[in-house]
């Protein structure tokens, strides 16, 4: 069975540019979680889908941003790329919006220059 | 919001070594989960532990929920244990993630 997949690897934007980064979460999970983890900061939550709808989100400005697609796969969008947005974004999938195990994907490392 | 706390921030250990890893929450969680992640920044999944105690391998972990605590027990370390290990708390699918315990095994 495919683990979580995310893509790109790595990317590397400059500042006020659009990032956009994906997801493709396990076969049969609904729920997509977005992380980041920032140097120093540790792991911060995101943003949370479940079944195409934004459920939660974290204490992060709106222009981070996504959305959840039919397939269950998942972008995230940051708009106007700051330097401190630089970071390891990670992502993760459930079965179902209860209290489930989440199963992280490799992550992006963006790069903001 | 809830707030956890890793303890200690950093371990270093002789190969074989034992170690215990700790997390305190301030409130009532209905999920507790345990990560490692490593040198490459993958995250994996160790533990669903939001009570009881569970083991795998090497690894083990008992989570007090009543006492707002958990314990990662890691026997005969190994130096590909070394990294960081999270803990992240909370209820359904609001998590909120510890600052993390740096592990260093050294051969």
């Known amino acids: 069975e495919a683990g979580v997949t995310q893509s790109p690897t790595h990317l590397i934007k400059t500042r006020g540019q659009q990032a956009t980064l994906r997801c493709s979460p396990i076969?049969?999970?609904?729920?997509v979680y977005w992380y980041q983890q920032a140097l120093g900061l540790g792991l911060q939550f995101l943003l949370w889908?479940?079944?195409?709808?934004?459920?939660n989100r974290g204490n992060f400005p709106p222009r981070f941003s996504g959305r959840q697609f039919p397939n269950y796969s998942s972008e995230l969008n940051v708009n106007a790329l700051e330097l401190e947005d630089s970071a390891l974004y990670l992502c993760a999938s459930s079965q179902g919006q209860l209290a489930n195990t989440q199963y992280f994907g490799p992550g992006t490392r963006l790069t903001v220059l | 919001g809830i707030q956890v706390e890793q303890s200690p921030p950093d371990l270093i250990l002789q190969e074989g070594a034992n170690s215990t890893l700790r997390c305190n929450f301030s409130d009532s969680v209905n999920n507790l989960q345990w990560f490692h992640q490593n040198p490459w920044g993958q995250l994996i999944n160790l533990f669903y532990?939001?009570?009881g105690t569970k083991q795998n391998g090497r690894l083990s972990a008992t989570t007090v929920a009543t006492e707002r605590y958990s314990l990662l027990y890691i026997s005969s370390s190994q130096t590909t244990d070394s990294g960081v290990y999270f803990c992240?708390?909370?209820?359904?699918?609001?998590?909120?993630f510890g600052a993390g315990t740096r592990l260093t095994v050294k051969p």
């Open positions: 889908y479940d079944e195409g709808e934004e459920r």
């Open positions: 992240a708390v909370g209820n359904n699918n609001d998590m909120r």
């Open positions: 076969s049969g999970h609904t729920s």
């Open positions: 532990i939001p009570s």
